[in-house]
């Protein structure tokens, strides 16, 4: 269910009056609502309509509306006006238009209007942004969904003559327009006719009950004048036969109108399909039964590549990609209905790559070749199945990619193990010292063509990254390979398993583990830690592997997200000040759709058996590759061949040995701007919750105090100060709630990234 605006404030509103510790403190009182400029007095009208929720508001004596001076609010609130009761069950809201917070920060200074409210303050809330503001509409839509309001004052003063309309508009259509301009909130207030005529369109009795009868002549009026039809007596059907052709350039331009945000009309398309179509048709696209057709053809012509050899079937998608490609700039794509024509783009990709069987070479030369074009095949298989959203759809997409990449991904992985076996890497334990300014950053099952999109991500976000390609450890499992490219790795030796041991014999498992990386000077930073980038630091994010596992084929439809995530920490942690972020894994893997094919070992022969790889028990002979264990030469690993599994069932897992598994990106990620000066931060002076810093190298730039250093919605202070030649500067923090609170000291360079930090106290030790 989509959410309105005005939902939104409702569920912050109520939220607030009940976060509080229920072990220590009563239930508030009230909740103190400050409203400086007056602008949330619509919203406030429309919260007391719609949800009737408790509020009293600051102003002349209205007993009806529950408005009046502070001692009448006081009165209601302490029950003691005779027969009058205030709405009991939630926890009162008073409004308090033209007042800010500060109003309420030194009794003495308190405006007189408010003084009977000023005790409320202790014994209830009040509401406002986490760094102390006063809430602005346009501070609560950043804060709370990230969604950007320019901050000219044009749209201002349209954000203000349009709050009404705001509240009923969804959260998801306010951030699909973002940066909110004055334009956007313009429409809002006097909706173009074109517009009006999709809505009625799309729900004709709904959008007539909102208009007044002087509306509705209104809308006929346009409607017969205009656009060649009376909404009341031709309807909705003759409507849609003109939208349909494109009767005359003004219906031209309500389908442009409609195919711009087709989701805010969800109730059209269907409307198009019970039409009788013409016997000849001008626009194609604008028909959604010829998209259905052509959807229900080409799931067909999939289904048929099960039956031919590769070469056909490549050759098959490629004249398929000729005759759908155009399907994919029809709207009916971008609302979902064209899976298939979407899926095609990726599959001719990997129709096209797997056409050419160059395997050969050194195993360098194959790994090279691998890191630099052909992880675009595994690419463009997970970019194909993320549109199989359904039954349907999975069986057509899987049978392509199967008819024409499975013999040659088998084929590829046969040929890099020959290369392997033949000519193993040189791959040693070994202990690394701490490198300063550096974060080591793992990320479980970063596969090639997951660390191409993640530089990509990075490298879009302006930050300078270079991905260069190592080999993983056999077996290519996170309990083996993990250990292996940790910098404490030269510390452990062969353990039980497949999991190796550190020099007291404890499995070398997350918390041994982490207490080797503290012992070599290593900081172990959990999520939302930025830690000291004096040092040097571990840390680890993703969900790749794990979902992997639990979700077969359908983590493709998760990977980008998954990704954008692993970009903003790293993003997130050079803006803390770190020197750069060297990005590391353990492992990639193998994912087929439709299941890897099954090959036998009996459980007899092994001690371990996964569904890549196994530990055979001494003196057992296998026809499978076998290759040493990392952690111990004289354990042999018996690896499935090709991409095949020793576990039937299975779409994805890795253990194997193959291009996907065994050639794993490392990335370097550096801070885009150049080279920055060094900056230091003495010692801070506090006198109550008044600093004095001194710095040096840091003239002219910004200084800011926050509760997390790269993030600037968590900054304590009313605004940044620019610091002085002499590198002296004076802060003060304006909410005494943040007392002895842990924070930081935060030097922004030119583009308000920092660049320098200290932690500090709030208030001092």
């Known amino acids: 269910m989509k959410t309105t605006f005005l939902e939104t404030v409702h569920n912050a509103l109520k939220n607030a009056t009940t976060e509080y510790n229920r072990n220590d403190a009563a239930p508030p009182v009230a909740l103190l609502w400050t409203d400086p400029t007056e602008e949330w007095r619509p919203v406030v009208s429309l919260l007391k309509k719609t949800f009737q929720m408790p509020i009293m508001t600051l102003g002349s004596y209205d007993p009806d509306s529950w408005q009046g001076p502070a001692i009448y609010l006081r009165c209601l609130l302490e029950e003691t006006i005779p027969d009058t009761t205030f709405p009991k069950g939630d926890c009162p809201i008073i409004y308090l238009?033209?007042?800010?917070?500060?109003?309420?920060?030194?009794?003495?200074?308190?405006?007189?209007?408010?003084?009977?409210?000023?005790?409320?303050?202790?014994?209830?809330?009040?509401?406002?942004?986490?760094?102390?503001?006063?809430?602005?509409?346009?501070?609560?839509?950043?804060?709370?969904?990230?969604?950007?309001?320019?901050?000219?004052?044009?749209?201002?003063?349209?954000?203000?003559?349009?709050?009404?309309?705001?509240?009923?508009?969804t959260i998801q259509t306010l951030r699909s327009n973002q940066p909110l301009k004055a334009g956007f909130f313009t429409s809002l207030t006097h909706p173009d006719e074109k517009k009006q005529i999709l809505l009625w369109m799309n729900a004709p009795e709904e959008e007539r009950g909102k208009m007044s009868q002087g509306d509705w002549t209104s809308f006929r009026f346009i409607c017969k004048s205009d656009y060649k039809f009376d909404p009341q007596i031709d309807g909705v059907a003759t409507a849609a036969e003109k939208l349909?052709?494109?009767?005359?350039?003004?219906?031209?331009?309500?389908?442009?109108?409609?195919?711009?945000?087709?989701?805010?009309?969800?109730?059209?398309?269907?409307?198009?399909?019970?039409?009788?179509?013409?016997?000849?048709?001008?626009?194609?696209?604008?028909?959604?039964?010829?998209?259905?057709?052509?959807?229900?053809?080409?799931?067909?012509?999939?289904?048929?590549?099960?039956?031919?050899?590769?070469?056909?079937?490549?050759?098959?998608?490629?004249?398929?990609?000729?005759?759908?490609?155009?399907?994919?700039?029809?709207?009916?794509?971008?609302?979902?209905?064209?899976?298939?024509?979407?899926?095609?783009?990726?599959?001719?990709?990997?129709?096209?790559?797997?056409?050419?069987?160059?395997?050969?070479?050194?195993?360098?030369e194959q790994a090279r070749r691998y890191t630099e074009t052909l992880y675009m095949?595994?690419?463009?298989?997970?970019?194909?199945?993320?549109?199989?959203?359904?039954?349907?759809?999975?069986?057509?997409?899987?049978?392509?990619?199967?008819?024409?990449?499975?013999?040659?991904?088998?084929?590829?992985?046969?040929e890099f193990q020959k290369a392997w076996c033949s000519s193993p890497p040189e791959q040693m334990k070994q202990t690394s010292p701490p490198v300063v300014g550096e974060v080591l950053l793992f990320v479980d099952g970063l596969r090639m063509d997951c660390g191409h999109r993640l530089k990509k991500i990075l490298g879009d976000a302006g930050e300078e990254c270079s991905l260069s390609y190592r080999y993983s450890v056999l077996p290519t499992l996170t309990e083996t390979a993990k250990p292996a490219v940790m910098p404490i790795a030269g510390e452990l030796a062969?353990?039980?398993?497949?999991?190796?041991?550190?020099?007291?014999?404890?499995?070398?498992?997350?918390?041994?583990?982490?207490?080797?990386?503290?012992?070599?000077?290593?900081?172990?930073l959990k999520e939302g830690e930025y830690g000291d980038p004096a040092g040097s630091a571990w840390t680890e994010i993703g969900n790749i592997d794990h979902s992997g596992h639990d979700r077969g084929i359908a983590l493709a439809s998760t990977l980008d997200h998954e990704l954008s995530l692993i970009g903003n920490r790293v993003h997130s942690l050079l803006q803390s000040g770190w020197s750069q972020v060297r990005i590391v894994t353990d492992h990639g893997w193998v994912l087929i759709p439709g299941g890897l094919q099954k090959t036998d070992l009996p459980p007899a022969y092994t001690v371990v058996k996964k569904g890549r790889c196994a530990r055979l028990h001494p003196d057992v002979q296998v026809s499978y590759p076998v290759l040493p264990w990392f952690w111990d030469r004289n354990v042999r690993i018996a690896l499935a061949p090709g991409i095949t599994c020793f576990e039937a069932g299975k779409e994805f897992d890795h253990g194997g040995l193959s291009p996907e598994e065994a050639v794993v990106p490392e990335i370097i990620v550096r801070r885009g701007g150049g080279v920055q000066s060094v900056i230091e931060v003495e010692p801070p002076v506090w006198r109550g919750l008044r600093l004095s810093v001194d710095t040096s190298g840091a003239e002219g730039s910004r200084i800011d105090i926050r509760e997390k250093p790269g993030d600037?919605?968590?900054?304590?202070?009313?605004?940044?100060?620019t610091i002085p030649a002499d590198g002296k500067v004076s802060l003060v923090i304006p909410d005494d709630r943040f007392e002895g609170t842990e924070a930081f000291i935060v030097i922004l360079d030119d583009n308000g990234n920092p660049s320098a930090q200290r932690k500090v106290i709030i208030g001092g030790e």
């Open 712 to 721: 600037p919605a968590t900054s304590l202070l009313e605004a940044s100060k």
């Open 97 to 169: 238009p033209g007042y800010s917070r500060d109003a309420f920060r030194n009794s003495r200074d308190c405006p007189d209007m408010i003084k009977p409210l000023i005790e409320l303050q202790y014994r209830g809330l009040l509401w406002s942004h986490k760094n102390g503001r006063d809430w602005t509409i346009a501070g609560f839509l950043q804060a709370n969904y990230s969604i950007e309001t320019q901050p000219d004052q044009a749209t201002k003063d349209a954000l203000r003559s349009s709050i009404e309309k705001l509240c009923q508009e």
């Open 494 to 524: 062969s353990g039980e398993g497949l999991t190796p041991c550190t020099q007291s014999g404890a499995a070398a498992e997350i918390q041994a583990l982490r207490r080797l990386l503290e012992a070599h000077s290593y900081q172990v």
């Open 244 to 364: 349909a052709s494109q009767e005359e350039r003004r219906w031209q331009q309500i389908w442009e109108r409609f195919i711009e945000t087709p989701e805010r009309f969800p109730d059209i398309p269907n409307l198009l399909r019970n039409l009788v179509r013409p016997s000849f048709i001008v626009f194609k696209d604008s028909w959604p039964q010829i998209n259905d057709e052509e959807e229900k053809k080409l799931h067909t012509d999939l289904l048929a590549l099960e039956q031919v050899s590769a070469r056909e079937a490549a050759e098959t998608i490629q004249r398929l990609e000729k005759a759908h490609a155009e399907r994919r700039s029809w709207v009916w794509a971008a609302v979902g209905e064209s899976p298939l024509a979407m899926a095609l783009q990726p599959l001719n990709e990997l129709a096209e790559l797997s056409a050419h069987y160059t395997f050969g070479g050194t195993l360098d």
């Open 377 to 414: 095949a595994d690419n463009a298989i997970l970019r194909s199945l993320e549109y199989a959203t359904d039954a349907d759809t999975t069986k057509a997409v899987t049978t392509a990619i199967r008819a024409v990449a499975l013999n040659w991904l088998s084929a590829r992985a046969e």
